[in-house]
């Protein structure tokens, strides 16, 4: 008996080396560094990948009728065995030597002696239940299978007990839990979208949305726009700060309203509407943000227009859904683009008829997924030039269509993560601020630049890397990207996919976070007359330290 239960609890051999050659690749570098519960979580998915794969390849060779048996099969199992034990000893020491060097270049703490145990803690955890609930579905269909066999052959039972599994799991997904997780998440967004954490009332200025001159209500706003809107500094704050008379600037902005319909065609006339209701067309500078899923928009963007141009500065935005960027993108991605055409084209058409002589200085500006969005409205480089003064995206995905083509098309020699396009005339692309001057300072207008880093795993993923090898892995690797690293099929997209989740948790000027870099970007793109470098490492540190103030 005893016997038996054991026989039973033994794995395949090619499912085992398949769950074990997994876990081997989820420790190899990537670009951040990730904590021990996400990497056990990480290595235990990728355990049970590799057992699946392994069980298909397993199935393959069975019935191809080649076999191991006897004494064969014991000795191969004892290789495995052996190979486990100290393949994945010899692996784990080279990935915490490998975390450790990461975690040094983006500056965080080095790996902790819980780290390893942890991680296999949790992997082991997570492996375990997602083959025990693989098996449970086999079990099933094998007794579909089973009592379909009594009426048909076995083979064709067989096909149908699958058959049955697969269908009832995809109902069960679907039409049950799905339907029931992405309700339940739905309606807690909505109530996120509508709460605000302080009790700070609506503006009493004009040139505020939901301000006296304003015709949106200030819980329509949303629990974004509301924050953007109570942060924006007052003129008494700027004329602190440069020591010059300065104006309220202006912020207008459309939320998705309280039931959560939302019609953007609507809401970019709204925006446009509320845009001049706050005097933003009377003001030097226009600045047209696509926000993320939420309708967020950063502040250190806005606010660096703002102080450069002595409050003179205008901010429109709306938002477009009330769900976090990478669920707006899986659930609608064309949302964000649709989103930013639409509210530029709407600002545009509104600016074209003003005089000539009366017109605005007209930004574009967008951080992630708001990229995505705001270059939507433009075929090109000489649009974005023709149609605007400047423009600063901030963190773009790796599916922004115009960052793709730049990138793309650039100029021979220079890195996918620093490009060179069209000798940078027009378009240019930064990481740290020295690099706004390549190939050299000499800059003519208008300015459009892209601001990303070189371990930002949001512009570098995409689902080519599963089967092409990209030009950055080619290349001399960017800033802290780790030498380590090494492009694996199907496995290095997992890794970034992975990388993803983690892109915020890491310290300013890395991954995803790009702290007050968007002032020193916009002091290179749009700065006003008289302005220096050391106006902007002021304003940078003025920006920072308003950070802990902000209502949120």
């Not at 784990?92 to 902790?112: A, F, H, K, N, Q």
Request: aromatic share 8%; charged share 20%.
């Amino acid at each position: 008996m005893l016997r038996r239960a054991v026989r039973r609890l033994r794995c395949p051999i090619a499912p085992t080396t398949g769950a074990i050659v997994l876990f081997w690749l989820a420790l190899t570098p990537s670009l951040l560094p990730r904590s021990p519960l996400f990497q056990g979580l990480v290595c235990g998915v990728a355990a049970a990948l590799g057992y699946a794969v392994g069980a298909l390849l397993g199935w393959l060779l069975r019935s191809c009728g080649l076999r191991l048996v006897g004494r064969v099969r014991r000795i191969a199992w004892w290789l495995v065995g052996l190979a486990a034990v100290v393949g994945s000893v010899i692996c784990l020491v080279w990935y915490v030597r490998w975390e450790d060097d990461l975690r040094e270049r983006v500056g965080t703490e080095s790996v902790d002696p819980a780290h390893v145990p942890v991680l296999l803690g949790v992997g082991l955890v997570v492996f375990v239940l997602v083959v025990g609930i693989a098996r449970l579905l086999r079990l099933v269909g094998r007794f579909v299978g089973r009592q379909v066999s009594r009426v048909l052959p076995q083979r064709v039972a067989a096909v149908i007990g699958a058959l049955v599994v697969a269908a009832g799991c995809w109902v069960v997904v679907d039409d049950v839990v799905a339907a029931r997780v992405l309700a339940t998440m739905d309606s807690t967004f909505i109530a996120i979208n509508d709460e605000f954490a302080s009790d700070h009332p609506a503006p009493t200025s004009p040139s505020l949305s939901a301000g006296p001159a304003s015709s949106v209500e200030w819980e329509d706003l949303g629990r974004q726009g509301r924050v953007f809107i109570a942060n924006a500094p007052t003129a008494e704050t700027i004329a602190a700060f440069t020591g010059r008379p300065a104006l309220q600037p202006v912020r207008a902005y459309v939320g998705v309203g309280t039931d959560g319909e939302i019609d953007l065609r609507e809401e970019a006339q709204r925006a446009v509407e509320e845009l001049e209701l706050t005097g933003g067309f009377e003001r030097q500078v226009v600045n047209v943000v696509t926000g993320t899923g939420r309708g967020w928009v950063n502040e250190n963007q806005a606010r660096a227009l703002e102080y450069m141009w002595d409050g003179d500065a205008a901010t429109v935005s709306m938002q477009y859904s009330y769900l976090p960027s990478w669920m707006s993108f899986l659930v609608d991605g064309s949302r964000a683009q649709e989103a930013g055409r639409l509210l530029f084209d709407a600002v545009y058409a509104r600016w074209l008829e003003l005089p000539e002589d009366a017109r605005p200085l007209l930004v574009v500006s967008g951080e992630s997924l708001g990229t995505f969005g705001g270059e939507a409205a433009f075929s090109g480089a000489q649009d974005l030039a023709e149609r605007t003064s400047g423009a600063l995206f901030v963190g773009p995905t790796g599916n922004n269509r115009l960052w793709q083509q730049f990138t793309d098309e650039r100029d021979r020699g220079t890195p996918e993560v620093l490009p060179v396009y069209g000798g940078g005339e027009i378009v240019r692309f930064g990481d740290q601020e020295e690099d706004w001057d390549r190939p050299d300072a000499t800059w003519t207008g208008p300015r459009i630049g892209y601001l990303q880093h070189a371990n930002d795993p949001i512009t570098w993923w995409t689902w080519s890397l599963a089967l092409h090898k990209p030009d950055w892995l080619d290349e001399p690797r960017g800033r802290d990207v780790s030498p380590k690293i090494r492009w694996i099929p199907v496995v290095t997209m997992l890794q970034l996919a992975a990388d993803q989740m983690v892109a915020n948790d890491v310290p300013q000027g890395q991954g995803h976070q790009f702290g007050q870099e968007p002032v020193r970007a916009w002091a290179k793109i749009l700065p006003s007359p008289g302005w220096d470098d050391a106006d902007t490492d002021r304003l940078a540190e003025e920006i920072a330290s308003q950070q802990l103030d902000d209502v949120s």
